[in-house]
């Protein structure tokens, strides 16, 4: 007997940005984090835990967690259910929903995840392909009749955002569980975190990851009915979300004037990037997220990510079809920016007087 | 359509013990947590986690960790793979080996998180009963031959311990992959930690919730051959184990002196107990673990569980055919141990006396 079960043999896992050690010299825009620190009021609550908080178990539904982020955002707790980041959120919603014959659909390109997950789950997959301008392609995702879902909003890796009102539209017209993936909304001008309470098949994720600079702790949740909770809780770890992730989670959640703060400086960054980059020839698509898709005018988009890694400085690029001939630059500080920028120019300007890079010689 | 796979609409979910809040006064041994603060060198690497390191994404296999447990188990890293808790390895290992036709067989009554998962997979499985003295039932779990074979050891509910020998000839027996759980290892005199040096389908799981005193900080890992370690990372969420995890947890297993001289206290208060109890006419299981499965003499375990609960004593009973005339005892500090005797002589004086509890007039 093979130890796993043959789908799972057959498939390719998923692949994570590159991590670099703490300690290493680089300027990260690969991965989507915040440049910012986290909240001082959250990083005190970390400061103060204790032993006999680790000694025992976490309350099992982070009670505490829950109530902050209900009241932030106007929820009862019981609308709320948090996991270990919201990709925690996803596998439940895919352990619960799908299987052979329930399959998934969401546009494409999007967070490469949704499709590991299909696989792990042997599900089938609907994979709508976004027009050039990543409008939200709703008639073949309705006529999926899956039995999930899911829009990333603003979608990765493009930055684009649907309305509130045309994901409302898709939710009455699919079958099954509707998914608004809100990782990125932070950064975003409009949020869909009123449907739940008119749309009784939507859950919109959310995590601390991103607008909440708290990518290391592992803190997402997902806003939906209490019904729908329930059933994702059957395949809930537990203790999915640990004692340190609820306390510290809580308090910076709280805090949304510093996160505020810190979105609004990420989005100036991001306003003046992009013009950078237009004005050097690259379409940009206009992005809500804290990141930007860019297509280089004349230098293959692999050339300069490889001529980027050498300067120091990651981006992430990835190698599929659609996509082979973008990059997704995450925004830093002004100062990272600018650090990019100047390595841009120095690539094509080596492409164009048709010098090689140092390195390959 | 329904929201949520058939087996899912279905299935029970798992139900934690309580876990009443830090603040509250109760005597808490239901849950088997360890009574002793977790290593002053871990709440250090605790007390220096800086904003950097949650803003960053965690290295996604917990390097740190398994560098650290590999030197304490003379194992190499790429044999060991971390966890969100050792829950979390189980949950992988029934993802990625088990559905319907492919079964999970184990002796019962042992950890109900096993069976849960199951049915979480929609697959079979195969549940022998223990005899009265909870011996290996090796020949009915060799004749199953399941996908996966699981043994508790020391098994819970029970704290009896098999020794590697019995284990290992298992081993070569059944088919598919044998995970040994030990949860509960720290507490005992034998371990099957060289297995997966020998046994090619053996998975050894550990976790630092009970003999390292941090069941809040959800983290465990496996032990195993790298190609199998390969198999379950196709399911594992890629960030499974957070930055503080995996450098706290790192600091903890490195700390064998503070985790054997904690365990050693807990070891001797078990032997105290035990006697204590025996003395009182309970029948009690030789237990290898931090808690103590036992039998009362004339009261009901279910009325002794309300009394001590009255009483300001949570200890766990559970309402299940073959353990509802038993008890759960976690093995608290020599005072909380005490406390329970004294409020467990009351209950069953009262009983000998006629009267009925004074809450229940």
Redesign the interface.
Known sequence: ?N???PN??Q?T??V??E?P??GERVV?LN?N??P???SPAA?KV??E?D??????????TALAFREAAGAVLGYDADWILPG??S??LL?MIF?????PG?AAAYPVPTYS?YSTLAS?Q?AEVVEVPFDDDYNLPADALAAA?S?VTLVANPNAPSGTLFSPEELEALAGRV???MVIDEAYVDFADSSAIELPRRCP?VIVLRTL?KGY??????LGFGVARPE?LT?L???K????V????CA?GAAAIADQAYKNECAAKVRASRGLLAGQLEAMGFRVWPSQANFLLVRPPTVGAGQIYEGLKKRGVLIRYFQQPGLDDKLRISIGTDQENAQLMRAISEILSSACEGRGERGEQ
Chains 1, 2 share one sequence.
């Not at 032993?51 to 099992?60: F, K, T």
């Not at 640990?242 to 992730?245: E, K, M, S, T």
């Open positions: 007997m130890l796993f079960r799972i043999q498939m896992p998923y994570p940005g991590q050690g703490i990260k991965t984090e915040n910012y620190p986290p990083m970390l400061a835990i032993g006999e908080q680790l000694r025992r178990y976490p309350q099992p270990n980041g990709d925690d596998t352990r619960a929903c799908t299987e329930r995840l792990v042997d009749a039995a079958r099954g569980l098949n990851s600079s708290m990518a290391g702790l592992r729908i059933g809780m059957k395949v770890d537990s203790y999915n640990d004692a340190i992730a510290v």
